[in-house]
């Protein structure tokens, strides 16, 4: 490998133009793509076979009217009153526009909707006092018709008395016709009492039914109580959105077709747009993300000294991040890309591709300092330094494409398109920046160090280990104090952002916090539970068996509300709205979707019932859940492969053992620091955290495989020269300080580099992207300065020459991987004395012979 890439560099190095021609136009291949295949990003986060998705696919088989994906318009008076009648026709106004666009199921009217549901209640109240006063009316029949009944049954007895003594008399013949007619006309008078009795019957009945069934009702709007569309003091109200497709599924285009529909507005009301519709595609570049690339420049500028040597890493980074980036997005009409799918590749594009081509770029500025020819020097440092860089970008592309492991499809797609902006960036740095070294000539060194060409100068080389005291009490404290930070990891919780995590001035975060504070928390996570019936059912039945439902689901606890909102056309599936008594976020939340799942089935007269938990609370839940299960495994494998590679390269077993145990520490530090700030809210002022809310759910996996590669990365840098030093026959504690020696300089440079880039995007108008953001930058410090500058040198001072060993049998059966290309170094010498160096321009420049040592190789 170090050969092919010393003849790539040559190559590069002659036919410089070439190569950057080349470049030019693969940007404008790329480009092109970009404008004829790109599509547009979802902002939505989704992984399907979920629990949520389970439920949403048998709403929309089953019951289409209620599936879909679903936000908010939030409406709030300017002057804090209630509503007008003209404030509430323009409103009414503005929602059917929107209900009339396409991919929109409905737009509820929250003024109707409240009076439809006040009226319900009043009507229970007026039904009630109506069955009241009907029973009364019937009681008062009643006692009418049974005081009729006695004074018939009297009648009858003296009838009856009247016939008896007539028979005894001797008379009932003369009497029979006055007898019979007294008879008939008690006879008519019980038919009719009869026939009063069975009206007054069926009229109890009647209002027995109406009875029930007004107490049925009462007792679902009794569940449902603390909903509401318009707040209790009339000056705020909630307008639902439904879509015809799920949330993640809405076009960005409709969303945004909403979103101007709200900011056109309505006189007098403030309308403010929820998470699930203003959600967007943030901007990959913003202001501090600039600013990060400038300090990145200042610390070019202050390593190199010269504005030309400063440029060539920030064009090559930028050259290769305008290729990926526009390559990739080239493919989002054919994948599905979110919003966030292509942030990794360019925070990753921009910070190792100034790395990457700064370690060449300083490798071949040592060697023309020590007087080796132009074009010699670009191969030999593409060669050893651009070997090293071909390995240590593998390791992160490895890493990065194992996201792919976790079975998650988002996640993989963003660990596939931060590969493919590694690889770019290696490409620019093997062969781009060749070509521009070559361009340049010797103006990428001061003008003193070009005065100096081929001069030996003497350089101080460590010889004389690390104190061993020095070395344990540096090894504790580090440990300690990454331990310490990493003590908030211990209460990390997962989650996606909401609304309260947004800007303070924004939309989404002001409808968020009126919904709070006007409606309740749980009012901004709604839950959609459906439940299974056993059989068919309608009329009272279908009542009992929501009521039944509903207090069930009640019984979980922290529920405010719960209202059936529809039953599929065949009567076997029955929808609920369930509100939590907690937001989005909370813990309560998170433990109601789960008691709910674990209830079902729920036993009925009937048979069982199933329960399914649903709604966009519920979706993120177990979107986060799922990717805490992915963590463990990505962990292994990713820790898995550090040990396998860095056995491979440093032919070792304690010192793989002991990088991969330093990459563990900074990443569980990396984990505290991020939990203290994003969660807990330490320090939020500074990072503008106003409302701490659970960890980005991807985000530890992230962390994982990018902090991973870069730690190899240093790692390499670092004890590779430590392992060239004790070939080269120094003692092994020696060796240390002679690789820490050769090598501090360019990683420190690297390493704020990397800080100050991911830096910018701290800063970011994403709450997504600023946390990424954070612990990328706070794991790079942690991982660069502590644990590979700190405790790597300490453990290998005190491991000694056993940080060395390795059996014999594995020994053998190693392939050599000569990573830093010093046998590539060793068949091409520096020139000598007199030999010419070829500049940019074609002229000759006198060298003299420079000084060797073993200390500058590798």
Do not use: C
């Amino acid at each position: 490998m170090a050969g092919l890439l010393y003849r790539l560099g040559r190559f590069s190095a002659r036919r410089h133009w070439t190569v950057i021609v080349s470049w030019v136009l693969i940007i404008a291949l790329a480009g092109v793509g970009y404008a004829m295949f790109a599509g547009v990003p979802s902002p939505s986060i989704s992984i399907p076979g979920t629990a949520t998705a389970k439920v949403q696919d048998e709403l929309a088989a089953k019951f289409p009217q209620v599936s879909g994906g679903s936000g908010s318009l939030v409406l709030e008076t300017t002057s804090g009153t209630s509503f007008t009648d003209t404030q509430k026709a323009d409103v009414r106004k503005m929602l059917a526009d929107i209900a009339a666009m396409t991919g929109v199921k409905m737009a509820n009217d929250p003024f109707t909707t409240q009076a439809d549901l006040d009226g319900k209640r009043q009507q229970v109240t007026d039904g009630r006092a109506k069955i009241a006063a009907g029973k009364e009316q019937i009681a008062s029949a009643q006692a009418q018709l049974t005081a009729g009944q006695k004074q018939l049954d009297q009648g009858q007895q003296q009838l009856d008395g009247a016939k008896a003594a007539a028979t005894a008399a001797g008379q009932l013949a003369a009497a029979q016709g006055r007898l019979d007619a007294q008879q008939a006309g008690i006879t008519a008078q019980q038919a009719a009492i009869t026939a009063n009795q069975q009206t007054i019957d069926a009229n109890a009945k009647t209002l027995d039914e109406q009875s029930t069934k007004l107490e049925l009702g009462s007792q679902l709007l009794d569940l449902s109580a603390n909903i509401r569309f318009v707040s209790t003091d009339s000056s705020s109200a909630v307008a639902n959105i439904q879509f015809t497709k799920s949330t993640n599924l809405v076009s960005p285009t409709l969303k945004s077709a909403v979103v101007a529909k709200a900011d056109a507005g309505v006189a007098g009301v403030k309308v403010y747009v929820s998470q699930d519709i203003a959600q967007g595609v943030p901007s990959i570049l913003g202001v501090g993300e600039i600013v990060g690339v400038i300090v990145a420049a200042i610390v070019l500028l202050v390593m190199l000294g010269t504005v030309i040597g400063a440029a060539l890493p920030l064009v090559g980074a930028v050259v290769g991040l305008a290729a990926a980036v526009l390559g990739a997005m080239a493919f989002s009409g054919i994948v599905q890309f979110n919003s966030v799918t292509v942030v990794l590749g360019v925070m990753l594009g921009l910070a190792v591709g100034i790395d990457y081509s700064l370690f060449i770029l300083n490798r071949h500025r040592t060697q023309l300092k020590r007087g080796m020819p132009l074009h010699e020097s670009i191969g030999l440092a593409n060669g050893t330094s651009g070997n090293a860089v071909v390995f240590a970008g593998t390791t992160v592309i490895v890493a990065l494409l194992a996201l792919n492991i976790t079975g998650i499809p988002f996640l993989g797609l963003m660990g596939t398109v931060g590969a493919a902006a590694v690889v770019v960036a290696i490409l620019v740095a093997i062969t781009l920046t060749p070509a521009m070294l070559s361009l340049v000539g010797l103006k990428i060194l001061r003008k003193k160090e070009r005065l100096d060409i081929g001069h030996a100068r003497t350089k101080r080389i460590p010889n004389t280990p690390m104190k061993t005291w020095r070395a344990i009490v540096t090894l504790v404290a580090g440990v300690a104090v990454l331990a310490v930070i990493a003590l908030p990891a211990m209460s990390m919780r997962l989650g996606l952002p909401v609304g309260s995590s947004e800007s303070t001035s924004s939309s989404q975060y002001k409808a968020y916090k009126t919904v709070e504070n006007k409606f309740g928390a749980g009012q901004n996570s709604p839950l959609l539970v459906v439940a299974d019936l056993p059989a068919a059912a309608t009329g009272d039945e279908l009542l009992r068996q929501e009521i039944a439902i509903g207090t069930t689901i009640t019984s979980a606890g922290n529920v405010a509300a719960v209202a059936p909102i529809g039953v599929s056309p065949d009567g076997t599936v029955v929808a609920f709205q369930v509100i939590p008594k907690g937001g989005p976020t909370s813990i309560s939340t998170e433990t109601l979707v789960n008691d709910l799942r674990n209830m079902s089935p729920i036993a009925s007269d009937s048979g069982t019932i199933g329960l399914g938990v649903a709604g966009n609370a519920s979706a993120n839940i177990d979107v986060s859940e799922k990717l805490s299960a992915a963590l463990p495994l990505y962990l292994v494998v990713v820790v898995g492969l550090s040990l396998l590679i860095l056995i491979l390269v440093f032919r070792s077993i304690l010192v793989p053992i002991t990088a991969t145990a330093g990459f563990v520490l900074s990443l569980l530090a990396t984990f505290g620091g991020i939990t203290a700030i994003y969660q807990f809210g330490w320090l939020g002022s500074v990072f503008g955290v106003h409302d701490p809310a659970p960890i980005l759910s991807f985000l530890p996996v992230i962390e994982v495989g990018v902090l991973f590669g870069l730690a190899m990365d240093y790692q390499l840098f670092l004890v590779s020269g430590m392992r060239e030093a004790y070939t080269h026959g120094a003692t092994a504690k020696v060796a240390v300080q002679r690789g820490l020696h050769a090598g501090r300089a360019v990683v420190t440079a690297a390493a704020i580099i990397m800080i100050a880039v991911f830096s910018g995007f701290v800063f970011s108008e994403s709450t997504v992207i600023r946390p990424i953001g954070f612990g990328l930058a706070f794991g790079v410090l942690l991982d660069a300065f502590i644990v590979r500058m700190l405790l790597i040198p300490a453990a290998m001072h005190l491991l000694g020459k056993s940080a060395w060993w390795l059996p014999k049998w594995l020994d053998r059966i190693l392939p050599d991987v000569d990573v830093e290309g010093a046998k590539l170094e060793r068949t091409h010498p520096i020139s000598p004395e007199g030999e010419s160096m070829e500049s940019a321009g074609g002229e000759s420049v006198a060298v003299g012979t420079a000084a060797t040592h073993p200390a500058h190789r590798g």
